[in-house]
């Protein structure tokens, strides 16, 4: 008789010997095979080939993880920008102050104001100074009557992008138009020293009405010889407020885009909601509604803030993500946003439209894309407004010069 199976020995012929032998009812089971049964290693039940599972693939490294591939560099270069934020202690300007020098791209920033702004711009940059950010701040200050171009050499030199939200915010009752005469001059004065001392720079202009105000400043730089598509209208406010209205949507905020063009007063605000992918499955009769609050969105703040001013916050978060689009491009980082700039895209000479950011500033004007019917009819209801608003800027500029 075979012995039987001693727990942990496993030769291959007990193991087979310990599998034939088992113990019948009848016989009843021994302690000796009860114990030798626990000790032995299970087996796996056989499986067809085709229930077999398959050799776990092996995980590919990522030429990353090897340490090599592009992405394997080191981290990106970040830019070294100078950015002057001219009107920088006011309502927008304090705040955008702030998310600029937040930006990793900028390395040098520049507040300047006049010296009856609600607080020093020294001020403001001596509080910014202190963010853990690489940024240096440095304040300006001006005395009214003063001209920029005699004062701002320092401050503007070697600037890479200035934005520009000096000038008067409007009242209830008064539209953006009702600005031009004392804004256009605010900002003549501070383009006027752009053209001097940052020739190359962009400058994005804030200040309302923005779509007498650019066509006015553009025209001045291009008679003074200097690029036109320096100069644009910051319109991304916008665009912020059509995606956040359509944020109802199961979309977060941050994943519509939703392009506006036109201007950026009014009816000229024409929101392109079926070029987006979640706000194009929104009902076409709510979007009359839908596009009129886009276009009344200034007046509402304006109207809350019962004459203390207009969009000041959510202005700086908009001009903050375009300057930073423009910093991003000049980078080598392109971006598109949409920017109310000279334009060649419809019969109107300056409209807002989509454009990239490169390492020249626009790179490039991206067509308008398909409209729909009512986009279309508004189209031509955009352009009737816009035309007239453009002309009081190009006759500005006839007028003077920089
Ligand atoms: N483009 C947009 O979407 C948009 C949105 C909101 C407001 N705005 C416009 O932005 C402008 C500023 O609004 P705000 O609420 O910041 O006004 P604000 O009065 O709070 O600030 C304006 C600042 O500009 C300064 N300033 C005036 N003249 C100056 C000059 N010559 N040089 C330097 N600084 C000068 C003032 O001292 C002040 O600090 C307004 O014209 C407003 O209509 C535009
Ligand atoms: O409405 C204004 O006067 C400010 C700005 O243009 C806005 O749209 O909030």
């Given at each position: 008789?075979?012995?039987?199976?001693?727990p942990?020995?496993?030769?291959?012929?007990?193991?087979?010997?310990?599998?034939?032998?088992?113990?019948?009812?009848?016989?009843?089971?021994?302690?000796?095979?009860?114990?030798?049964?626990?000790?032995?290693?299970?087996?796996?039940?056989?499986?067809?080939?085709r229930?077999?599972?398959?050799?776990?693939?092996?995980?590919?490294?990522?030429?990353?993880?090897?340490?090599?591939?592009?992405?394997?560099?080191?981290?990106?270069k970040?830019?070294?920008?100078k950015?002057?934020?001219?009107?920088?202690a006011?309502?927008?300007?304090?705040?955008?102050?702030?998310?600029?020098?937040?930006?990793?791209?900028?390395?040098e920033?520049?507040?300047?104001?006049?010296?009856?702004?609600?607080?020093?711009?020294?001020?403001?940059?001596?509080?910014?100074?202190?963010?853990?950010?690489?940024?240096?701040?440095?304040?300006?200050?001006?005395?009214?009557?003063?001209?920029?171009?005699?004062?701002?050499?320092?401050?503007?030199?070697?600037?890479?992008?200035?934005?520009?939200?000096?000038?008067?915010?409007?009242?209830?009752?008064?539209?953006?138009?009702?600005?031009?005469?004392?804004?256009?001059?605010?900002?003549?004065?501070?383009?006027?020293?752009?053209?001097?001392y940052?020739?190359?720079?962009?400058?994005?202009?804030i200040?309302?009405?923005?779509?007498?105000?650019?066509p006015?400043?553009?025209?001045?730089?291009?008679?003074?010889?200097?690029?036109?598509?320096?100069?644009?209208g910051?319109?991304?406010l916008?665009?912020?407020?059509?995606?956040?209205?359509v944020?109802?949507?199961?979309?977060?905020?941050?994943?519509?885009?939703?392009?506006?063009?036109?201007?950026?007063?009014?009816?000229?605000?024409?929101?392109?909601?079926?070029?987006?992918?979640?706000?194009?499955?929104?009902?076409?009769?709510?979007?009359?509604?839908?596009?009129?609050?886009?276009?009344d969105?200034?007046?509402?703040?304006?109207?809350?803030?019962?004459?203390?001013?207009?969009?000041?916050?959510?202005?700086?978060?908009?001009?903050?993500?375009?300057?930073?689009?423009?910093?991003?491009?000049?980078?080598?980082?392109?971006?598109?946003?949409?920017?109310?700039?000279?334009?060649?895209?419809?019969?109107?000479?300056?409209?807002?439209?989509?454009?990239?950011?490169?390492?020249?500033?626009?790179?490039?004007?991206?067509p308008?894309?398909?409209?729909?019917?009512?986009?279309?009819?508004?189209?031509?209801?955009?352009?009737?407004?816009?035309?007239?608003?453009?002309?009081?800027?190009?006759?500005?500029?006839?007028?003077?010069?920089?």
């Open positions: 008789m075979t012995a039987p199976p001693t942990g020995r496993s030769s291959a012929s007990t193991t087979r010997a310990r599998t034939r032998r088992r113990p019948s009812r009848r016989t009843g089971t021994s302690a000796r095979w009860r114990r030798a049964r626990r000790a032995r290693p299970r087996r796996r039940p056989r499986l067809s080939p229930l077999r599972p398959r050799p776990r693939p092996r995980r590919r490294r990522s030429r990353r993880a090897k340490g090599k591939g592009p992405r394997a560099k080191e981290p990106r970040t830019g070294e920008f950015v002057c934020v001219c009107g920088g006011g309502g927008i300007g304090q705040p955008l102050c702030l998310l600029m020098a937040m930006d990793p791209n900028v390395k920033l520049c507040v300047f104001d006049l010296n009856v702004a609600m607080v020093p711009a020294q001020g403001v940059a001596t509080d910014l100074g202190h963010l853990e950010k690489k940024a240096a701040v440095k304040g300006y200050v001006m005395e009214v009557g003063q001209k920029p171009v005699d004062n701002l050499e320092e401050c503007l030199t070697g600037c890479h992008l200035v934005l520009i939200p000096a000038g008067m915010p409007r009242k209830p009752g008064q539209t953006r138009d009702d600005l031009f005469k004392i804004n256009a001059d605010i900002a003549k004065g501070i383009v006027e020293a752009c053209a001097k940052c020739p190359d720079a962009m400058l994005g202009m200040v309302n009405p923005v779509n007498s105000v650019v006015a400043m553009a025209e001045l730089y291009k008679k003074k010889g200097l690029d036109p598509m320096k100069i644009v910051i319109t991304t916008d665009v912020v407020r059509a995606n956040k209205f944020v109802r949507l199961p979309a977060p905020p941050d994943r519509v885009n939703v392009p506006v063009i036109g201007g950026h007063a009014g009816t000229t605000i024409l929101p392109l909601f079926s070029q987006d992918k979640h706000a194009k499955t929104i009902d076409a009769e709510k979007i009359p509604d839908l596009d009129k609050h886009v276009q969105a200034g007046t509402d703040v304006v109207n809350a803030k019962n004459g203390k001013g207009s969009a000041t916050l959510s202005m700086a978060y908009a001009g903050a993500r375009l300057g930073k689009s423009v910093l991003a491009g000049l980078a080598g980082q392109r971006r598109t946003e949409c920017a109310y700039c000279k334009s060649e895209i419809t019969d109107l000479p300056y409209f807002a439209q989509k454009v990239v950011f490169g390492k020249e500033g626009i790179s490039k004007v991206l308008l894309g398909e409209l729909n019917e009512y986009e279309t009819k508004r189209l031509e209801e955009v352009k009737v407004q816009l035309k007239g608003e453009i002309e009081s800027g190009l006759k500005y500029a006839e007028e003077n010069s920089l």
